[in-house]
């Protein structure tokens, strides 16, 4: 147990500090390579480790390079546009509304997709308006903060959510009956804490005539109106998943070929304007290191379960349970929520799951709201720290390349206040809504 801990220790420092640029997939590939060689795990570990996270990661893939095919061709920032234009002047109501837009992108790209498309969208909106620091610290530190809270409605939502829903063979419908009511919880908790946060620090009004119109963000046309029959026939093949038998990612990645189609028409559409959309940069910036990274870092947590530290937690569970479903999810939330903040939530979330498998003693319903509680807690419990989600190491990542810095010990203590009123509420939540539709 001692070598598998310190090995994750150092694995998870190496992805955090990225020594000489080698970003998060080959960082944590050093660790898994030292688990094996040091017999944490076996060689038969890796294609279990592998059968978990592969859908989920290629599935995040897709989902990230569909958003950065419609950022260029202008959707997000069309979109960026229409909301400063509803926030009539009004400081308050474009603070809502730019927290509302978080939340839908989030939902329907994931949220680290909304974190790489948003941040730098809301940071040029803020610049052109002429907010001061204060105010646009707020609203910087919501959109990453809401991008993450409010990832819990659909299994493609967030990478946690896909590595749950697939691990105990979860369909779309069926998650999303639960969790999109379990979201709107966290929505209005969230709204009202960053609103009791930040009031003092928004404008009362703006001038919002310095920015262009909405229809001029529109870069490429044609993938701009692509996009939404893309995204249409991406709700239908959710909708049809469990039918169709399909893996996530390729109905994913079905959207994803498309929408590269459309934008390079150039070579089988030749009467349409040509595209303006950097294809082959698009492409190599995808986070493709996400699937070495998942691989490589499930396995290292897959030693801590071999040397059976899930069996510890899965005792702890096995405890919660017998004290109805109230404790057992606020409980079992509560630890994930812990775990994540400290070891990152994709770690975490593998050994909630392995954890809740392994906990004899757990009823089918108690069991099952464990799963979501999971959920709950490995979406929202990273917001605690900087290290707890990679949607977070990247928003950081964003900053700095905007010389925009924010220290770890700012991030936390803000991170911990926002935090933890927003995981209670949705913890009842879930709770309360699992005895009504129980």
């Known amino acids: 147990m001692a070598i598998a801990v310190v090995l994750f220790v150092c694995t998870l420092t190496l992805v955090i500090w990225q020594p000489r640029g080698l970003g998060v997939g080959w960082s944590a590939m050093g660790g898994a390579v030292v688990a094996l060689a040091a017999g944490v795990i076996t060689p038969s570990d890796i294609p279990a480790v592998w059968h978990i996270v592969w859908d989920a990661s290629f599935t995040l893939v897709g989902l990230i390079l569909i958003s950065l095919v419609l950022d260029a061709a202008g959707f997000f920032e069309w979109a960026a546009l229409h909301v400063v234009r509803l926030g009539g002047g009004r400081g308050h109501r474009l603070f809502v509304l730019v927290l509302l837009l978080g939340a839908l992108t989030s939902a329907v790209f994931a949220n680290d997709g909304a974190v790489l498309i948003l941040t730098p969208l809301v940071?040029?909106?803020?610049?052109?308006?002429?907010?001061?620091?204060?105010?646009?610290?707020?609203?910087?530190?919501a959109t990453g903060f809401v991008c993450d809270t409010t990832s819990l409605p659909f299994k493609i939502s967030n990478l946690v959510n896909i590595l749950t829903a697939n691990y105990f063979g979860i369909s779309f419908t069926q998650y999303a009956s639960v969790m999109m009511a379990v979201n709107l919880v966290a929505l209005a908790a969230?709204?009202?804490?960053?609103?009791?946060?930040?009031?003092?620090?928004?404008?009362?009004?703006?001038?919002?005539?310095?920015?262009?119109?909405?229809?001029?963000?529109?870069?490429?046309?044609?993938?701009?109106?692509?996009?939404?029959?893309?995204?249409?026939?991406?709700?239908?093949?959710?909708?049809?998943?469990?039918?169709?038998?399909?893996?996530?990612?390729?109905?994913?990645?079905?959207?994803?070929?498309?929408?590269?189609?459309?934008?390079s028409r150039a070579h089988w559409l030749p009467q349409q304007p040509r595209s303006v959309i950097p294809l082959a940069t698009l492409i190599r910036e995808a986070p493709w290191q996400v699937v070495v990274f998942s691989l490589a870092m499930y396995c290292v947590v897959y030693g801590l379960r071999n040397e059976g530290l899930?069996?510890?937690?899965?005792?702890?569970?096995?405890?919660?349970?017998?004290?109805?479903?109230?404790?057992?999810?606020?409980?079992?939330?509560?630890?994930?929520?812990?775990?994540?903040?400290?070891?990152?939530?994709?770690?975490?979330?593998?050994?909630?799951?392995?954890?809740?498998?392994?906990?004899?003693?757990?009823?089918?319903?108690?069991?099952?709201?464990?799963?979501?509680?999971?959920?709950?807690?490995?979406?929202?419990?990273?917001?605690?720290?900087?290290?707890?989600?990679?949607?977070?190491?990247?928003?950081?990542?964003?900053?700095?390349?905007?010389?925009?810095?924010?220290?770890?010990?700012e991030y936390f203590r803000t991170g911990v206040v926002l935090t933890l009123p927003v995981l209670g509420a949705t913890l009842l939540g879930l709770a309360a809504w699992l005895e009504v539709v129980r």
């Open 123 to 141: 940071i040029e909106m803020l610049h052109a308006l002429k907010f001061n620091k204060a105010s646009m610290t707020a609203f910087i530190m």
């Open 310 to 409: 899930t069996r510890m937690i899965a005792r702890v569970l096995d405890h919660l349970g017998r004290h109805g479903i109230y404790l057992g999810a606020l409980g079992a939330g509560g630890l994930f929520a812990a775990l994540s903040a400290v070891m990152n939530n994709l770690p975490a979330v593998l050994l909630g799951n392995l954890a809740i498998h392994d906990a004899a003693a757990l009823s089918p319903p108690m069991r099952t709201a464990m799963t979501y509680a999971n959920v709950v807690g490995c979406d929202l419990g990273p917001k605690m720290t900087p290290i707890g989600s990679l949607a977070t190491l990247l928003w950081l990542h964003v900053l700095r390349r905007r010389g925009l810095n924010v220290s770890w010990g």
């Open 190 to 263: 969230t709204l009202g804490v960053l609103w009791l946060f930040y009031r003092r620090h928004l404008p009362a009004r703006f001038d919002a005539s310095a920015l262009a119109p909405p229809r001029t963000a529109i870069r490429d046309p044609f993938v701009f109106y692509a996009g939404w029959a893309v995204l249409a026939g991406l709700a239908c093949g959710y909708l049809a998943e469990s039918h169709l038998r399909l893996p996530t990612s390729v109905i994913v990645g079905t959207g994803a070929v498309l929408l590269i189609a459309a934008a």
